[in-house]
């Protein structure tokens, strides 16, 4: 294999070459914050540390009531840690549905992508952009948004496909680390990117190539992992896993995902459950569905559904999973 030829094909998105050259998409425009929408939800770009420029996208209701505060979503975007921004236009659009779906207070976090800052990079930017949200606490913090409309005793992290890695992982650390400020209440995985040593797959090439991509991605994104059973990658491996400082957990899985992630999704929610886990978790599959598929077809019957599981959930209402 020459330096030219390709590791890890993710077109259209992004190439990665054996060298450790990635070549990704400038097809995909890039939309600034609006302060003053058309439509029901302001945005606006902060940055949560000057030392790594580390930058979020802040998403607010336009229509909310004085003195109320809301639910605040703290979430991570996808694309396998080496692509994607909340500046995408599909992700901006996407992020706003959540946002006027759920009314809720979001912060996207830009967290910095491999291989030019290979894992452990992105989940350290993620504490970071937390460390940032606790420093709003007492009111007083750098971002009046988060000061007036954000309730921090009613936090939730979550992300799609990586992102989820990164929110379950955030949920690990606090758990550990008891970040003094915020409150998570519950976590939301969307076709999130988990693995493990022993993945079986069926009889099928197609199959079987993923499988072997699969295999070699993590160890390319984490340099100095531990393996495919890293609790990083492999939850059911955390001999912690019972003890998330969380009261609430819901997992969306794409039944046809075309990386064997909802697989992992089933198993993570089987394993929650055996942990002795104390809080509440949920699943909900999305038939005949690929992976994310709700986030570049926000309008889509199906993904309007998730949409309105997703909602409930961080408004704590009981609905029926479809």
């Not at 000057?50 to 505060?69: A, F, M």
């Not at 692509?83 to 901006?92: E, L």
Request: aromatic residues 12%.
């Amino acid at each position: 294999m020459s330096n030219s030829e390709i590791l890890f094909d993710f077109s259209p998105n992004f190439q990665i070459y054996k060298d450790g050259r990635i070549n990704r998409s400038t097809a995909i425009q890039r939309v600034p914050p609006s302060l003053h929408p058309k439509d029901s939800v302001g945005s606006k770009d902060v940055v949560c540390s000057p030392v790594s420029n580390l930058c979020s996208r802040l998403y607010l209701p336009k229509h909310i009531i004085p003195g109320r505060k809301l639910p605040l979503l703290i979430y991570f975007h996808g694309g396998v840690f080496c692509f994607g921004s909340p500046a995408f236009s599909f992700q901006h659009d996407y992020q706003k549905t959540m946002v006027q779906a759920a009314n809720i207070v979001m912060v996207s976090v830009d967290y910095r992508l491999a291989p030019e800052h290979p894992l452990p990079a992105a989940y350290n930017d993620g504490w970071d952009a937390l460390k940032w949200v606790a420093s709003h606490a007492d009111g007083n913090g750098p971002e009046e948004w988060l000061n007036s409309h954000a309730d921090l005793d009613n936090v939730f992290f979550a992300g799609d496909s990586a992102g989820g890695n990164l929110a379950y992982n955030m949920c690990r650390r606090y758990s550990r680390e008891k970040l003094v400020g915020i409150n998570l209440k519950g976590i939301a995985l969307m076709d999130s990117y988990f693995w493990r040593k022993d993945v079986q797959v069926g009889d099928s090439c197609k199959d079987m190539k993923t499988k072997e991509m699969m295999d070699k991605l993590w160890p390319f994104l984490f340099p100095t992992t531990s393996g495919l059973d890293d609790p990083f990658i492999n939850p059911e491996a955390d001999p912690n896993l019972a003890s998330l400082d969380c009261s609430r957990m819901i997992i969306f899985v794409a039944q046809e995902d075309r990386y064997l992630l909802a697989d992992r999704g089933r198993s993570f929610y089987e394993a929650l459950k055996k942990s002795g886990y104390g809080g509440n978790v949920e699943i909900m599959e999305s038939v005949g569905e690929d992976h994310c598929f709700h986030v570049r077809d926000c309008e889509s019957q199906r993904a309007k559904a998730l949409f309105e599981k997703l909602s409930s959930f961080l408004n704590h209402q009981d609905s029926t999973c479809i």
